[in-house]
Antibody
Framework: QVQLQESGPGLVKPSETLSLTCTVSYGSINAYYWGWIRQPPGKGLEWIGYISYTGATSYNPSLKSRVTISLDTPNNRFSLRLISVTTADTAVYYC????????????WGQGTLVTVSS | QAALTQPASVSGSPGQSITISCTGTTSDVGAYKYVSWYQQHPGKAPKVMIYDVSNRPSGVSNRFSGSKSGNTASLTISGLQAEDEADYYCTSYTSSGTYVFGTGTKVTVL
């Protein structure tokens, strides 16, 4: 059973950079897409972006200027970097696996709350 | 990209059927078969219930079904059960090569 686990700071200061890593266990990075989705407290889901196993990326247009998703294939993990954060970036961040060629986001991490506050 | 439109809430009695709509545009829902639905219980990660409009992953109850007509996708839950009470989100691939989520629907079992 594939498992995804997010890790990173739970508190980030305004204007600084949010960095999260997702470690994939019991499965390979190869042949799938890997993404990030966030959910502000009490609100709906927001698609951040994803990266293919070949390294191709796609980002939400509203975040594109601030976000980078990267792969670390040898260590079976991938990362999210969001620069110049504001309080509006406070959310639970989920990492997900996407089955290539489908809309099936089949495995999700448990989510990690990142609070942007001074 | 604008969020897909879902009703804020839908309710039904145990055993009844309910349908949740997800309305987009000709640039997302209307253009692609890549529409999926997610169930989220409070404090938990979402779980895929339907992908590619009408495909049900193994392990998901056959009480859940999906369809699409024009720019609107739908999720139907038949034989409503107490455990189905949750938030539901649709998502669709877009012409920009991205995905967009719906606004979310709270399902209440009366």
């Amino acid at each position: 059973q594939v498992q995804l686990q997010e890790s990173g700071p739970g508190l980030v200061k305004p204007s600084e950079t949010l960095s999260l890593t997702c470690t994939v266990s019991y499965g390979s990075i190869n042949a799938y897409y890997w993404g990030w989705i966030r959910q502000p407290p009490g609100k709906g889901l927001e698609w951040i972006g994803y990266i293919s196993y070949t390294g191709a990326t796609s980002y939400n247009p509203s975040l594109k200027s601030r976000v980078t998703i990267s792969l670390d294939t040898p260590n079976n993990r991938f990362s999210l970097r969001l620069i110049s954060v504001t309080t509006a970036d406070t959310a639970v961040y989920y990492c997900v696996r996407v089955v290539t060629g489908t809309s099936n986001y089949d495995y999700w991490g448990q989510g990690t709350l990142v609070t942007v506050s001074s | 990209q604008a969020a897909l439109t879902q009703p804020a809430s839908v309710s039904g009695s145990p055993g009844q059927s309910i349908t949740i709509s997800c309305t987009g545009t000709t640039s997302d829902v209307g253009a692609y078969k890549y529409v999926s639905w997610y169930q989220q219980h409070p404090g938990k990660a979402p779980k895929v219930m339907i992908y590619d409009v009408s495909n049900r992953p193994s392990g998901v109850s056959n009480r859940f079904s999906g369809s699409k007509s024009g720019n609107t996708a739908s999720l139907t839950i038949s034989g409503l059960q107490a455990e189905d009470e949750a938030d539901y989100y649709c998502t669709s691939y877009t012409s920009s090569g991205t995905y967009v989520f719906g606004t979310g629907t709270k399902v209440t079992v009366l």
